[in-house]
């Protein structure tokens, strides 16, 4: 599939902690099919911590760039970009480890990436051929983090609480905020159906097929 080298058109999409950005890159891979399109969820490449003990790997500052593996998601976008297949790893988060499954992915015409600290990375900057931010207000993506953390993650409220203030609000902060400068297009509040339908279409152009029925298409 050497023929692909030049053709994979990367998309790169950050935002805070519940700021829409993963229902963004969903939405967009959805519409499509995984010949077409190939979705890379940042969170799957967290450092492996299951050498460490569950209490010590629960205070972790999962939030700061050092804690994610972004050298091995350069390393798989690089290939992928190249024509060859990767073993994309998986993450538990209610044990803060990976499982000992890996995914195998395979090229597509269009890869994106989504992640809070996509843009953060210079080497993966220079991957990606559009950078799209997911700006939401602050206090929106907390009570949006909450639910999914307390419901998804079996993480308890005072928990949530807690490691928001003192890792999610200031890596946020620190990283993700000013890394919007970075961006290509920036969509408000999460969810954009105008946005949505632009960036749909130009995927579109890209496979060179037309997207699936969704919500947005017509």
Do not use: W
């Not at 003990?53 to 390393?75: G, K, Q, Y």
């Not at 890792?167 to 159906?193: C, Q, W, Y």
């Amino acid at each position: 599939m050497e023929h692909m080298k030049d053709n994979v058109f990367v998309i790169g999409i950050a935002g805070g902690t519940g700021s829409g950005k993963t229902t963004v890159a969903r939405e967009i891979a959805s519409a499509f099919g995984p010949s077409d399109v190939v979705l890379l969820e940042f969170d799957h490449y967290y450092r492996d911590l299951t050498r460490l003990s569950p209490e010590i790997r629960a205070s972790m500052n999962f939030d700061h760039p050092d804690s994610l593996e972004s050298e091995l998601l350069v390393s798989h976008v690089r290939a992928l970009k190249q024509g060859k297949s990767i073993n994309r790893p998986c993450y538990e988060f209610k044990t803060h480890s990976r499982t000992e499954e890996a995914v195998v992915i395979h090229p597509s015409p269009v890869l994106i990436i989504e992640g809070i600290l996509t843009f953060v990375y210079p080497e993966l900057r220079t991957l990606l051929d559009m950078k799209i931010f997911v700006d939401t207000e602050a206090d929106i993506r907390f009570i949006r983090r909450l639910e999914r953390d307390v419901k998804e993650r079996g993480r308890s409220l005072e928990n949530v609480i807690a490691q928001y203030k003192t890792t999610v609000r200031p890596m946020h902060l620190e990283f993700v905020e000013p890394s919007k400068r970075f961006a290509d297009i920036i969509i408000p509040e999460g969810r954009n159906d105008m946005a949505m339908h632009a960036l749909i279409t130009m995927v579109s152009q890209r496979v060179s097929r037309s997207p699936k029925q969704t919500s947005i298409s017509s």
